[in-house]
């Protein structure tokens, strides 16, 4: 009987394509969803993914639906984020800017260290709406990929706009103030 040997160069070859298909299938798998930036470059508005998320301090849950009819600036931060420690300041004196008015600031901690994330809040004097999502699950289904991000929903739950990366003062009237206008 014959045996079929096989070359090692065809057997490495298989096993390096294989790799390759497998590093592929990861990347693809990891990288974030962009449909809302995609949307957002067309003119669009699309609608927010559902969140519903504990609040950071334990005193239930907040959902974007509960928020339909105010204009919110949900921010994903973590406490060990430099950019975050930056972009802070501005955000809570745009949240104490627009809270009579209709809009809010809301912030989402994720990947954090809870003790970590109150002393941050303290040190900032935050005191703007904080949900904690542990492993960041809800992520995803805005495209987050890194610290902070910026998602800015108008009254009637449409993603209008997203920063990726530290927001300041004059980004957030530029793209906030125009929807205090807008009916809900």
Do not use: K
């Amino acid at each position: 009987m014959r045996r079929l040997l096989i070359p090692p160069v065809l057997v490495t070859s298989l096993g390096v394509m294989a790799l390759l298909a497998l590093l592929l299938f990861g990347l693809r798998a990891a990288s974030p969803d962009r449909g809302i930036d995609e949307a957002l470059a067309a003119g669009q508005r699309p609608p927010a993914p559902p969140l519903t998320l504990p609040r950071l301090d334990g005193s239930g849950t907040t959902s974007l639906a509960d928020l339909e009819g105010d204009v919110v600036v949900l921010n994903y931060w973590a406490s060990w984020c430099e950019p975050c420690r930056e972009e802070s300041p501005a955000l809570q004196a745009f949240h104490e800017r627009i809270e009579g008015r209709g809009g809010l600031v809301l912030g989402v901690d994720a990947l954090d260290v809870t003790a970590d994330a109150e002393a941050f809040i303290e040190e900032f004097g935050l005191t703007y709406p904080m949900l904690r999502d542990v492993e960041a699950e809800t992520a995803g289904r805005f495209g987050v990929a890194g610290y902070p991000e910026t998602i800015v929903i108008d009254r009637r739950g449409r993603i209008v706009a997203i920063q990726r990366g530290p927001v300041d003062s004059r980004w957030l009237e530029l793209t906030v103030l125009p929807l205090l206008e807008e009916p809900a």
